[in-house]
């Protein structure tokens, strides 16, 4: 049986690409505020939650996680997990095209890469099933001791 | 900006993939275990949605593994290059949960999610050039 997804669920694998980038993205420029962490001062990552730019990216990744589990109960890990790397992909576009910062070769050469994996996936069931009682024909034609 | 040496930075960006996989797989079995959530949701509405996932000890400690990856994740951005740590770490978790789920969630991890996990493992490493 083919598991295909119905329309609001591409909405949810939509949100877990979209809300990890961006979370990620706004994490990474609020550590760039705080400054290095050293392993004598682990207390300062409790004070890196003062930051704005912080929490603002830990909300974006709680909406992420939100998504990301709603995902999780309808999808295999293996299905979802490449359509949280096409969150990269969207970064580079809108850093490209809105940014107009320059992508380098190796870069469109990854976004390319990722866009045919997350397409070898979606192409494929969303789901693998498993039989709750084993009929009796598969298996046991190929156990050799049956 | 990178301020360690190479050990210490390899070292926190397989800490940050191994308890991101550990996180993700064990969440990926709690959900598994507790159904379509859609399902539950219009059952019990989002607070008894919320309280299928929160009481279960799996999704708990899969929880418990990805703070841990987050910190060290925080970690490793204020000691290493956002340029290295983010696709390192993320090419690693990509391809340790391809292994990870067809080990222990069984998943039909076939060749077209193998070619899309190097694909996706290997794009996430040019991004960083």
Redesign the interface.
């Known amino acids: 049986m083919k598991h295909t997804l119905k329309p ?1 669920q591409y909405l949810i694998l939509l949100a877990v690409m979209l809300t990890a980038s961006v979370g ?1 993205t706004l ?2 420029h609020g ?1 760039a505020q ?6 004598q001062h ?1 207390g300062m ?1 409790f004070s ?1 939650m003062k930051n704005l730019w912080v929490v603002a990216g830990i909300l974006c990744l709680l909406g992420f996680f939100a998504s990301y ?2 995902a ?3 999808a ?4 979802v ?2 359509s949280t ?1 096409f969150g ?1 992909v969207v970064v ?1 576009l809108l850093s490209r095209f809105w940014l107009h910062e320059e992508i ?1 070769i ?2 469109w ?6 866009v ?3 397409g ?2 979606a ?3 969303s789901r ?1 099933e ?1 039989a709750q009682h084993p009929g009796p024909s598969v298996g046991q034609e190929l156990d050799p001791l049956a | 900006m990178t ?1 360690v040496g190479t050990i210490e930075t390899w070292t926190t960006i397989i800490a940050v993939a191994g308890t991101a996989v550990a996180g ?2 064990l ?2 079995g709690a ?2 275990q ?5 399902d539950i949701r219009a059952v019990a509405g989002l607070p008894g949605a919320i309280k299928a ?1 929160v009481s279960n000890p799996i999704f708990l400690l899969g929880v418990l593994c990805m703070a841990a990856s987050f ?1 060290t994740l ?2 490793t ?3 290493v290059d ?1 340029s290295l740590a ?1 696709p390192a770490s ?1 090419s690693l978790t ?1 391809m340790g ?2 292994i990870a ?2 080990i222990f ?6 060749q ?2 193998w ?6 493992c ?6 960083a ?1």
Request: include cysteine; aromatic fraction near 10%; glycine fraction near 6%.
């Open positions: 609001a990620d994490l990474s550590m705080v400054g290095p962490v050293s392993l682990l990552l890196a589990l709603t999780l109960s309808w295999d890990l293996t299905f997990l490449p790397a990269y580079a380098s190796y870069r050469l990854g976004i390319i890469l990722i045919c994996g997350v070898f996936v192409n494929g069931p693998t498993h | 301020y993700d797989v969440t990926a959900m598994r507790i159904g379509d959530l859609d996932v910190f925080l970690f951005l204020s000691n956002l983010a993320a990509f949960n391809a789920a067809k969630l069984k998943e039909n991890v076939d077209r999610r070619l899309a996990a190097l694909f996706v290997a794009g996430v490493a040019l991004l050039h």
